[in-house]
C-alpha cells in the first residue's frame, strides 16, 4: 500500500506564474492612466497575486485531483501490482502518465502470457490424455479378451498376458517421465557434479543401444578416434540420460542402415560442443522452433508408433539448462538432423 504523497508543485507555480504575468501588465496600465504608477507597490502587489495565486490553485489541485490520484493508487494496489504501487505516490501528472501506460503495458504482457499459458496447459493436458489413453485400452483390450475366455487356451493367455505387459512398461516409462520433467520445470534439479570422460561416457551410451540400433541397422559411431579422455565438468548421470535420449532419437527416425555420428569439438577456451548427427529424414523448418515442447511431435500419427513418452526432448533441454549450458538443433529435411549442447571442460579428472 502507497504510505507516501509525492507531491508536484509545477503545475500551481506554472499557473501563478502566468497569472501574475497578464496581471502586471494590467495593474500597470490601470495605474499609468489615473497616474497613480508607484514601483513598490506594482511589485509588492505582484508577489502577493503570485502567492495567493500559487495557493488557490495548489489546494484546489490537492482537494480535487491529488485525492483522486491517491484513490487510483489505492484501487490499483488491490490488484498488487509491483510495477506501479510503491511506497511514494507521485502525483507529477508526466511522471503519473509514464507509470500508468507502463502498467497498462505490463497487464497486457501478463494477460497474453496467461492466455498463452492456458493454451499450452490445454495442449498438456489433451497429450497427457492421449498418451496414456492408448496404453491403458491396449491393456484393457488384452484383459478383457481373456476374461471373456482366451485365458483358457495357453497360448493365448501366454502372449495376451506378455503384450500387456509391454503396455502396462509404456505406461509406467511416460508416467516417470512425466515425474522428471514435473520436478525438473519447478526447478527441483539437483546436480552432482564431477569430472568425467565425456567420450567413455558416448561409449557407454552406445554399448546400451548397441541392440536397439541393430534392429534398426544404425551405426553409432564418433567421426574421429579419440585416443586421449576429454574431460569435462556436469551431472555424469544427467548427461548420460540426456546422449541416451538423443541417440535413441536419431535411431527411431534415423533411415535404416543409417549412421548416426557423435562428435567432440572445443568451443572455447573452457567450453566443448557435443553433436549428435544422423542422416535421417531431417525436420521441417516449421517445427524446429517447437521440437523441446512436452509431447510435441512432428509426425502426428506414425511417431506414436514409434514409442517413447514424447518429453525426451524437453528433458534434455531442462537438463542442459540446468547446467547453464545451451543446446542446439539443425535440420533438413530429408537430409538428417544435428542435435548439439555444450559443457564445461576440465584439464584433468581431478575432483
Do not use: C
Not at 489615473?34 to 490553485?57: E, H, K, P, R
Not at 564418433?222 to 540420460?241: N, R, T
Amino acid at each position: 500500500m502507497p504510505i507516501r504523497l509525492k507531491k508536484s508543485y509545477r503545475f500551481a507555480f506554472r499557473s501563478a506564474l502566468l497569472i501574475t504575468i497578464f496581471f502586471v501588465p494590467v495593474l500597470s496600465l490601470l495605474l499609468w492612466l489615473f497616474d497613480m504608477v508607484n514601483w513598490y507597490l506594482l511589485a509588492t502587489t505582484s508577489i502577493v497575486v503570485f502567492f495567493l495565486s500559487f495557493l488557490a490553485i495548489q489546494i484546489r489541485i490537492e482537494k480535487f485531483i491529488y485525492r483522486r490520484i491517491k484513490k487510483i493508487y489505492d484501487d490499483v494496489s488491490l490488484l498488487e501490482s509491483s510495477s506501479l504501487t510503491s511506497d511514494t505516490i507521485n502525483t507529477d501528472m508526466r511522471t503519473l502518465t509514464a507509470e500508468i501506460e507502463k502498467f497498462a503495458h505490463d497487464k497486457k504482457i501478463e494477460i497474453d502470457t496467461l492466455r498463452i499459458r492456458e493454451e499450452y496447459r490445454k495442449d498438456f493436458l489433451g497429450n497427457v490424455s492421449h498418451e496414456l489413453k492408448t496404453p491403458l485400452f491396449t491393456v484393457q483390450g488384452y484383459i478383457l479378451t481373456l476374461l471373456d475366455g482366451a485365458m483358457e487356451d495357453k497360448n493365448i493367455r501366454k502372449k495376451y498376458l506378455q503384450r500387456a505387459n509391454k503396455g502396462v512398461e509404456r505406461l509406467i516409462y511416460i508416467v516417470k517421465d512425466l515425474d522428471l520433467i514435473t520436478k525438473l520445470e519447478v526447478g527441483d534439479l539437483h546436480l552432482e557434479l564431477e569430472n568425467f570422460d565425456i567420450v567413455e561416457l558416448i561409449q557407454s551410451a552406445f554399448d546400451q543401444l548397441e541392440m536397439k540400433a541393430a534392429k534398426k541397422k544404425v551405426v553409432l559411431t564418433f567421426d574421429m578416434d579419440y585416443e586421449e579422455p576429454i574431460y569435462v565438468k556436469a551431472d555424469k548421470e544427467k548427461i548420460h540420460q540426456v546422449l541416451i535420449n538423443l541417440l535413441v532419437n536419431s535411431i527411431k527416425y534415423g533411415h535404416r542402415d543409417g549412421t548416426t555420428e557423435v562428435s567432440v569439438e572445443n568451443l572455447i577456451k573452457n567450453k566443448v560442443i557435443i553433436r549428435v548427427t544422423d542422416n535421417g529424414e531431417g525436420i521441417a523448418k516449421n517445427h524446429i522452433p517447437r521440437l523441446f515442447e512436452r509431447f510435441y511431435r512432428v509426425d502426428k500419427s506414425g511417431s506414436r508408433n514409434e514409442g517413447g513418452s514424447g518429453l525426451g526432448l524437453s528433458i534434455v533441454k531442462h537438463i542442459i539448462e540446468g547446467h547453464d549450458e545451451k543446446i542446439y538443433v539443425e535440420s533438413v529435411e530429408g537430409v538428417g538432423s544435428e542435435f548439439s549442447f555444450t559443457l564445461e571442460k576440465t584439464k584433468n579428472n581431478a575432483s
